[in-house]
């Protein structure tokens, strides 16, 4: 059978000229322009795509989303103070809540080739903590480019299913992980240590403030797949169970973690953080935490390698087909894939850095900035139309400024931080921090 682009009806195409009320209870703008199915229609296929629940696609969310980020979280602290750490924590949460309800209407056209730049560079984030894992479980210098090299086969191995339907519950185990990891690490802290001095406010500078703010800002910056998710849930109308299954959970677990771990082990705590309680006790963690690392960075890495294989094979059989072609090409996109973003993790072997630089690059615009243009655009001339409509107007130029000041700002003080940092030492067998 061949498989075709199908034509979904927009719900107002039939509603009459006038502004109508959303099922939000919005003003919106009638005609939009119909939506397409890259998947076409699976009523006999082979491999069937839509048929991810509501809770599937919340844990893979919650996988992909809390893995890394909640290792740089209790340094980020650190680096401001508790007050402002935690106006951050909870602001920039809540606006992502926010912005991930309003993400996956924009051109693919557009904003494909910046959506899968973004992928990468989350894949190697990936690969380089799986190096800073292997570095500490060894506890010498050992050299990296291997330990890159094992993380990025073993990353390939597990993208193969085309489904995220068949990775969901790896997506389980992972924040099962991810979770007991930083348990075993609080737990620890807790006693080893009387608690730290825990300062308010720090004074800092303009680069540790801004890199502080990219690090806690890169814990929400997934939102540039979740409309992947939401393609292949059954019912795509459920998506805002799973994020609200993803916020309430990461939320709530990044305050926690970052205040309990920054508590004990004040401005020395490591990042990652399950480096903080000692060296037996942060291999232990980093054993535990391995699948997290690896799993939700393959997440990363299958919506990276289905959006080319959706562009190259939409329309046709090959989407819904276990062939040698259907496969080889998958394996093909995904190894090549892993492959530039282990040469990324090899270029910028800095944990901080490199989330910093993510979140300047991509996370400051696909997280905020474009969803408050998205909005603004689709209620051109409804602005102020209403007190709710004028909140709103305000929200979205909220998350548009905090998109332009993450970019600026993270650029600069990211980059600073790369070309300042002598333990930066590029494709070696240095030991990776």
Request: net charge neutral; with cysteine; charged share 10%.
């Amino acid at each position: 059978m061949r498989s075709e682009i199908v034509d979904i009806p927009s719900p107002v195409e039939n509603e009459p000229t006038q502004d109508t009320e959303s099922q939000h209870g919005e003003i919106e703008k009638p005609g939009l322009p119909e939506r397409q199915d890259a998947f076409g229609d699976e009523t006999n296929a082979e491999i069937k795509y839509k048929v991810l629940k509501w809770w599937q696609g919340g844990l893979l969310m919650v996988a992909e989303t809390i893995s890394l980020g909640i290792l740089s979280l209790p340094a980020a602290i650190a680096g401001i103070g508790l007050v402002p750490g935690l106006i951050l924590l909870i602001g920039l949460g809540l606006l992502a809540t926010y912005t991930g309800y309003l993400m996956g209407r924009f051109g693919r056209e557009l904003f494909g080739t910046g959506q899968l730049l973004f992928l990468i560079f989350l894949m190697a984030s990936h690969i380089l903590t799986f190096t800073v894992a292997l570095n500490s479980i060894t506890g010498h210098a050992t050299c990296s480019i291997v330990f890159g090299l094992v993380g990025l086969i073993l990353s390939l191995i597990l993208s193969l299913p085309r489904t995220l339907e068949k990775m969901s519950w790896l997506s389980l185990v992972s924040f099962i992980s991810i979770f007991v990891a930083v348990m075993v690490t609080m737990i620890a802290l807790g006693i080893q240590n009387n608690g730290a001095a825990v300062k308010p406010v720090v004074e800092a500078n303009l680069v540790t403030g801004i890199m502080s703010a990219c690090n806690i800002a890169f814990s929400y910056v997934s939102h540039n797949t979740f409309f992947t998710f939401m393609a292949e849930l059954k019912d795509p109308k459920d998506f805002p169970k799973a994020l609200a299954l993803l916020q309430s959970i990461d939320i709530a677990l990044y305050i926690v973690a970052a205040v309990v771990i920054y508590y004990y082990t004040g401005a020395d705590v490591a990042s990652p953080a399950l480096g903080s309680a000692g060296l037996l006790i942060s291999r232990i963690a980093y054993g535990i935490a391995l699948p997290t690392i690896v799993i939700a960075g393959v997440i990363n890495g299958h919506v990276a390698a289905k959006s080319l294989y959706v562009r190259i094979f939409a329309g046709t059989d090959r989407m819904h087909k276990r062939d040698w072609v259907a496969m080889g090409s998958w394996v093909g996109i995904a190894f090549g894939l892993w492959v530039i973003a282990w040469v990324i993790a090899e270029a910028i072997p800095v944990f901080n850095n490199l989330l910093s630089l993510i979140t300047a690059l991509f996370g400051s615009w696909f997280t905020f900035g474009f969803t408050g243009m998205f909005w603004l655009h689709m209620n051109k001339g409804l602005w102020f139309s209403s007190p709710k409509k004028i909140m709103l107007t305000l929200l979205n130029s909220l998350a548009i400024c905090v998109g332009v000041i993450l970019c600026v700002l993270g650029l600069y003080a990211s980059g600073s931080a790369i070309h300042n940092n002598p333990t930066s030492a590029s494709f070696s067998c240095a030991k990776t921090e």
